[in-house]
């Protein structure tokens, strides 16, 4: 039976991938590594730093070597260097966030993109004008910061998170077609509550595992 391995950053993650995971990959067993401080170290350094990347290539290797068969980094900060450890990978590796990037740039122009973490909105947004490149279309990319939230949440304040998320969708949302939520720890904020959204929104966690599934059916 075929192993996934999930690299989280946030640990309540795990029990949120765990049913999707079984739900995208039925016949797969799934084994969650995490570590706080890839996350943690990038916020403090306002950077993605090659001593993160290695360290996240380092997860990759020893998760292959524990024999995972597909591997999948639901830290959207990280993005960039999933990107670049891919190549050396020995199994395929995904970033949580590209299916949600390729439903954004096929349904909108003018995308929205709604972080809790600055460090995140530089490679969300330059992970959508990839895509956009890719299809051959011509979006345009609206970053907003919901400042304070990821502080919150990290407190132990979900409501105080969701509330914030919540009060930079409205804000978002009057000058775009389409917002996409930047980070998995942001999914349950609107879509769990049941509230009015005058454009749409999309997440990553439901979206990405569908994409890898796709991936993984064609190899």
């Known amino acids: 039976m075929p192993s996934l391995a999930l690299i989280h950053t946030v640990p309540d993650l795990a029990a949120k991938f765990r049913p ?5 990959l039925p016949g797969w ?10 996350l943690a170290n990038t916020v403090r350094d306002g950077v993605l730093s090659q001593k993160t990347t290695q360290r ?27 990107d670049l450890i891919r190549p050396l990978s ?7 966030d590209r299916g949600m990037a390729e439903a954004a740039v096929e349904r909108a ?11 995140t909105l ?29 502080e919150r949440l990290s407190a132990g304040d979900r409501e105080a998170h969701d509330a914030r998320v919540m009060e930079g969708y409205r804000s978002l949302a009057k000058s775009v077609d389409l917002v996409v939520l930047a980070q998995a720890s ?4 609107l879509a769990d509550r049941g509230v009015e959204t005058p454009v749409p929104f999309l997440t ?6 569908a994409h890898i599934a796709t991936q993984l059916a064609s190899i």
């Open 20 to 24: 999707l995971t079984a739900r995208s």
């Open 29 to 38: 067993t799934s084994f969650n590594i995490v570590d706080e401080s890839l």
């Open 56 to 82: 996240l290539g380092n997860y990759v290797f020893s998760a292959a070597d524990a024999g995972a068969d597909a591997i999948v980094v639901t830290c959207s900060t990280l993005g960039g260097a999933v």
């Open 90 to 96: 020995s199994v395929p590796l995904f970033r949580i």
């Open 109 to 119: 122009r003018r995308i929205g993109v709604l972080a809790t973490l600055a460090t």
């Open 122 to 150: 530089a490679p969300t947004s330059a992970l959508l004008q990839d895509c956009a490149r890719a299809e051959g279309k011509d979006c345009t990319i609206v970053p907003m910061l919901c400042d304070g939230a990821f």
């Open 186 to 189: 942001m999914a349950a904020a």
């Open 204 to 209: 990553s966690p439901e979206l990405g595992m």
